[in-house]
């Protein structure tokens, strides 16, 4: 892959595939230390302290959410497979307007 010229330096320059990952992964970890660094250098200005602190308690309590949300997500799915799956056997499609709608109980018989 050959990448526009750019005068002296970009002369001619001919990158492979993987020079251009490695310069992605250097841009990629050298953003987060430089948003690392300003996280630090703000806490200097006292106005910005309890918003810092903020953003550090967020930061920590985002695995737990995350699994508790992934949780809710994943029995959501399980229960609406369940009443999806209770009309199939009953030959209903998901658009017919019948009174047969399966209820919950119903569809924890089988």
Known sequence: MILRRD???GDKANYTTKD???MHNLNLYSSFFIFFRAYFI????APLRPYLRMIKEVVKD???????????NFLFSIIIYMIY?????LNMTS???KNKFPSY????KD
Do not use: D
């Open 95 to 97: 658009g017919e307007k």
């Open 42 to 45: 703000l806490r200097v200005i």
């Open 7 to 9: 005068g002296i330096i």
């Open 20 to 22: 251009l990952v490695l």
């Open 105 to 108: 109980p119903e569809v924890l």
């Open 85 to 89: 799956e209770q009309r199939r056997k």
């Open 62 to 72: 985002l695995p737990a959410f995350t699994v508790l949300l992934l949780t809710i």
